[in-house]
């Protein structure tokens, strides 16, 4: 399952709303992880099962879904948010991930 | 708390093979499913491989297939990627990383280590 992000980069401002896309190119039911990575870290578990919000993180983040289209969606961006952003699905092995889409400061 | 610490990361010739250590503390290491992805230098990430709990059950990608081989040993609390014939688009950091859902097929990522960076370069 190819998973397609966008865009490839976002260049926002701190209080901003951000939306993010991810299309999956076959149903992947709601089976849809997204995480954030920051500059020489680990990614983090933001959201799973398309809609769920990992533990401890911020309300401003959720996600939603209609069909095989997929949206991380931030309230109001932090200072803390400016990262890449992957999407990945487990329906289907492999597991495979979406190329990211860079949050950045504008 | 839950840790992942990976180690055996280095600089290696192609055809050379490497094994990394995924060493875990802070949560039932024998009862949870793992992983192994990796990420190129500035690129996305991508999933190498996963293995059941009791290590019997093994899957992997296409790019693992053959040349690398999950294992762990839950008596150490230990997860290992043995990678054989190393290529020079294996360089990468390599993370292991916990099966988040208790589900069958709920293979997303709770917890990830800090990863070990595998060169592989003539």
């Known amino acids: 399952v190819v998973m397609t992000q966008s865009p490839a980069t976002l260049s926002v401002s701190p209080g901003e709303r951000v939306t993010l896309s991810c299309r999956a190119s076959q149903s992947v039911g709601n089976n849809l992880a997204w995480y954030q990575q920051k500059p020489g870290q680990a990614p983090r578990l933001l959201i799973y099962d398309a809609f769920t919000g990992a533990t401890g993180i911020p309300a401003r983040f959720s996600g939603s879904a209609s069909g095989t289209e997929f949206t991380l969606t931030i309230g109001s961006l932090q200072s803390e948010d400016f990262a890449v952003y992957y999407c990945?699905?487990?329906?289907?092995?492999?597991?495979?991930f979406g190329g990211g889409t860079k949050v950045e400061i504008k | 708390q839950v840790q992942l610490v990976e180690s055996g990361g280095g600089v290696v010739q192609p055809g050379s093979s490497l094994r990394l250590s995924c060493a875990a503390s802070?949560?039932?290491?024998?009862?949870?499913?793992m992983h192994w992805v990796r990420q190129a230098p500035g690129k996305g990430l991508e999933w190498v491989a996963v293995?059941?709990?009791?290590?019997?059950?093994?899957y992997y990608g296409d790019s693992a297939k053959g040349r690398f081989t999950i294992s762990r040993d839950n008596s150490r609390n230990t997860l290992y990627l043995q990678m054989n014939s190393l290529r020079i688009d294996d360089t990468a950091v390599y993370y292991c990383?916990?099966?988040?859902?208790?589900?069958?097929?709920?293979?997303?990522?709770?917890?990830w280590g800090q990863g070990t960076l595998v060169t592989v370069s003539s």
């Open positions: 990383a916990r099966k988040g859902g208790a589900a069958t097929g709920s293979h997303w990522f709770d917890s």
């Open positions: 990945q699905q487990y329906e289907k092995w492999p597991l495979t």
């Open positions: 293995i059941s709990p009791d290590g019997t059950n093994k």
């Open positions: 802070g949560f039932t290491f024998s009862t949870y499913v």
